[in-house]
Each structure stands twice: as C-alpha cells, then as structure tokens.
C-alpha cells in the first residue's frame, strides 16, 4: 500500500433488492453518497452484514463498491471467516479485485487462545497479497486480541494495522500504547462515540457504521481535527454521539441504521437477518433521524 490509510472509512451497509437479493445498483449509489462527503469504503463488515453472504456475494459487493470508487479513495474488504483456510481462500479472492487492504475478524464461536491467533493471522497475512489489518471485536466473536498479542503481530510485514471495535475506550488505548513507536501499524477506531478521542490519541483513521446515516456529520469530525479545529471536531462528535445513543436505543446495529438510511429515502434493503421494526420504532428512528441531520 502505497500510503497511510486516514479519515473516515464508512462500514457500508450491503444494499438488497425486495427479494432479498443482491442489488449492486443500489450499492454504487451508497457508495457515491459516501465518496462526496469525504469518506473511504470499508465493505463486507458487520454493518455490511457479511455474516449473512455467501461467498460470490461478498465478492460482487467488493467488486462493485471497488468500481465505484475507481482508486479515488481507500477501499478495504472484510475476509474474516471462521476458519483459517476459509479466511485464506476468500482473501486470495479478494485480493484480485483491487482492494487497499483487507480485515480479518477474530475466528469466532470456538475459544482460542493468544497463540492460536497469532499463528492464525500469521498464516493469513502470509498467504495473501495486500495488507491486512487485524480486527477486535469480541463481543460478537467471544475472542479477544490481547495488547501484547498485537504487539506480536505488528512485527509481521504485511500486518499494517487493527480496527477496534471493543467500544470501550480502554481497549482502544490499549492498542494505541501496543502500536506506539511502530510507525507501519496503525490503529483504526470503530465506536461512532469515540471518533474525536480516538484522533486525539493517535488513531489514523476511523470506521463507522453511522457513517451510512450521517456521512456529512462523521466526516466533520476528522475534518475539523484534521484543519486543527479540535474544539470543532469534539462539538460534531457531540452531535454524532447522541445521535448514536438515541437511535441504538431503538434498536441495534446493523438493522437500525440500515433502517434509517431506508427512512432518509435510500432503497437500500431490509437487514436479511431474522429483525423488524414495529411502526412507532420506525417513527421513533424518523424523528431521530430529522432532530440530528440538518
């Protein structure tokens, strides 16, 4: 990779027909919505709900949202599967298709321990092509990357950084104290209420799912800081933090903002996992939606 991932990365939400399908029209048209605001593309993640794709799906959603962007701005692909020879396989597949780097969730549902991640992520970072940034997110994978374990896997060459989406900021700085002085790894932030902090201390970049509701509004965050305004930068994480607080209230990520940008007026799909929104909550997240997004 040519240079340092920074900003906002959006973990686009995967847009579907009414059937449920794939809609591939749909998604170049999130991901435009996402470019002219300033952000990169973060695809195949949580909010892109891969946990509900088949392998050729993950695949056209890399590809399309990677045609769309047209090297304009930084694109990264989740391949994180539950074993090490799945990850490999879709990552060899992703690789092909342009991607800035890849993501790679912890193996989940089976405990492991430290050292078992670590050969896991060595064994990947060895077999693919592009970078590859490690990604914490314990409570939906039951594992968790332990500082020093990431200190470890920063010494690999092709392991560039960790996305951390623990959601507390004392796992976020942890890592930011395992990545100190290690100037080809970075640390990329994932709770939409810990985006200003986490440029204070040395994020690189962030990763957000409410981007997808409030691009503008998550954009000015790194926008601000970026400017020097740090002052401004904290007052627009004010604002993106109640708005994360009220509508995850109503109901839960990935759903609820996919619910949101569909009541914004984007037909983007319902979630394909098994969840529904009475009508006071879909009028709860309208009225959410219109109090936070001028």
């Given amino acids: 990779m040519s240079k340092k991932i920074q900003g906002v990365l959006t973990a686009i939400v995967t847009t579907f027909e009414r059937d449920g399908a794939f809609n591939p029209v749909a998604q170049r048209e999130q991901v435009k919505r996402q470019l ?24 056209a959603v890399t590809q399309t949202c990677v045609d769309e962007v047209n090297g304009t701005a930084p694109v990264v692909a989740h391949i994180g599967e539950i074993s090490t020879r799945e990850t490999i396989r879709l990552g060899k597949q992703v690789a092909k298709l342009g991607v800035d780097a890849v993501s790679v969730i912890t193996p989940y549902f ?10 896991h992520y060595r064994a990947v970072a060895d077999a693919i092509d592009v970078p590859l940034f490690l ?30 989406s623990a959601g507390s900021y004392e796992s976020l700085s942890g890592f930011l104290q395992a990545a100190a002085g290690i100037d ?47 002052e401004g930068s904290r007052l627009a994480q004010e604002n993106v933090t109640g708005l994360r607080t009220d509508l995850y209230s109503v109901g839960f990520s990935p759903a609820a903002v996919k619910k949101a940008v569909s009541l914004l007026g984007f037909d983007v799909g319902d979630s ?15 009225q959410i939606v219109n109090q936070y997004l001028q």
């Fill in 135 to 164: 990604y914490n997110i314990p409570a939906r994978t039951g594992n968790t990357l332990q500082p020093e374990t990431v200190r470890t896997l920063a010494a690999h060459p092709n392991i560039i950084g960790i996305k951390d």
């Fill in 110 to 119: 089976v405990p492991l321990k430290q050292e078992e991640l670590i050969a």
């Fill in 36 to 59: 002219s605001a300033g952000n990169g593309i973060f695809c195949g993640g949580t909010n892109g709900e891969f946990f509900v794709l088949n392998e050729q799906e993950k695949l």
């Fill in 272 to 286: 394909r996992y098994a969840v529904s929104f009475s009508a006071d909550e879909e009028q709860k997240i309208r």
């Fill in 184 to 230: 080809s790894f970075d640390v990329l932030n994932g709770p939409d209420s810990l985006i200003h902090q986490g440029f204070v201390d040395g994020c690189s970049a962030c990763i957000s799912g409410l981007a997808n509701v409030a691009p503008k509004e998550i954009n000015a965050i790194w926008a601000r800081f970026h400017a020097g305004d740090i």
